[in-house]
């Protein structure tokens, strides 16, 4: 572990006066006294006791997933194939796919697995393509004439339904045989597969700091660019501790190797491990974001609501915007509420504005 270099400034409010003017003080006024119900009174007696360099990390995330499922169809065919057993093959490891180079959006490819074709005989005609006729007075397509005997009628002329007392069956039209309904008379099935790949990204964002500005603020200013890696091929094996090493940590007191380590196994890979899909890159971006966090006393009376164990000390946090101008912020300043009506009326609310 690097020693860490503890970067804050302590400031001995003793050797401070009041009367001293403070930039940091000044800016603070400042931003007070442009919230409309904020009171800006007691900065006038405010201290600064501390100014630590402090900064938060942007953390992005992306991993691209691919998933892949196998389907089968089965058409009535002429052709008979050689193997007639399905085929046992693995859709993982038989085959590969060129990924895409970026899956911002979802993209997909199928594969037609035709050298797995395999026929099967109908289960209905066992095959055949047809079956015995289903009028169980035809035999070989004809039936006996119900109106006369060998076509000869009772009055001993001849029978004009029939051909010598034999009528063509209707139902099998004389053939003896019907079609079979299921294989339309083919007798065998192909049963084809089909691969299809499809690829998804997952993206997250994880902040991490040791002080107390909001996510937002952090995703919404101008960050420097820290540390950028994208890994291919990576699988949900690979080890995520080799894939931070380069990541330099030395002049930060946030441990972001091992806070990334932690995200990822807790909302990446333990989410997707039992799932049948598969990672295939991994890419993390880190930017980072340098500011101030100062620490200010206000007389006695005042106390910081936001966390009493802090008394009447207060905090605030100060880092620039991409023109170069600061931006203040702050949560637990004590008079946030109707501070134009004067000192006496305002007092700490975090959401209202009149009490
Ligand atoms: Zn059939
Ligand atoms: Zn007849
Ligand atoms: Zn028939």
């Known amino acids: 572990m690097a020693n860490k270099v503890h970067t804050g400034i302590i400031i001995d409010p003793s050797q401070l006066s009041s009367r001293e003017p403070s930039k940091h003080l000044d800016e603070l006024k400042r ?56 085929p046992i093959f693995d859709i993982w490891l038989d085959y590969q796919f060129q990924l895409p180079i970026s899956a911002e959006k979802k993209s997909e490819q199928k594969r037609s697995l035709s050298e797995h074709d395999y026929t099967s005989n109908c289960e209905v005609c066992q095959g055949e393509g047809n079956l015995t006729c289903t009028n169980h007075r035809c035999v070989n397509g004809s039936e006996k004439c119900l109106s006369c005997s060998q076509g000869l009628k009772s009055d001993g002329t001849r029978c004009s339904l029939c051909k010598d007392g034999l009528i063509i069956c209707k ?44 996510e937002d603020k952090i995703a919404h200013v101008n960050k420097a660019s820290m540390w950028s890696k994208s890994e291919t091929p990576w699988t949900k094996e690979s080890a995520i501790e080799d894939f931070v090493r380069t ?11 091992s806070n990334i380590v932690r995200d990822y196994k807790d909302k990446h890979l333990n989410e997707t491990m039992k799932l049948s899909n598969q990672m295939r890159r991994l890419e993390c971006d880190i930017e980072r974001l340098d500011f101030e966090e100062i620490e200010y006393v206000l007389e006695a009376k005042y106390t910081n609501k936001k966390d009493f164990s802090r008394g009447n000390r207060f905090r605030f946090c100060q880092y620039s915007d991409a023109q170069g101008r600061h931006i203040i912020y702050e949560n637990d300043y004590p008079l946030n509420s109707c501070g134009c009506m004067g000192g006496c009326c305002a007092c700490y609310n975090c959401s209202c504005a009149i009490l």
């Open 31 to 86: 931003y007070i006294d442009s919230k409309s119900c904020y009171y800006s009174g007691p900065l006038n007696h405010a201290q600064i006791t501390k100014i630590e360099k402090k900064a938060a990390y942007q953390c992005r995330m992306k991993i691209l997933f691919e998933n892949r499922e196998l389907s089968w169809t089965k058409k009535a065919t002429k052709k008979r194939i050689n193997h007639s057993i399905q």
């Open 171 to 214: 139902t099998c039209s004389g053939k003896g045989r019907l079609q079979c309904t299921k294989c339309e008379g083919y007798g065998v099935f192909l049963h084809s597969a089909t691969l299809r790949v499809w690829w998804e990204t997952r993206v997250s964002m994880w902040y991490y700091q040791d002080s107390f500005l909001p």
């Open 247 to 257: 990541i330099n940590e030395d002049n930060s007191s946030v441990p972001l190797k």
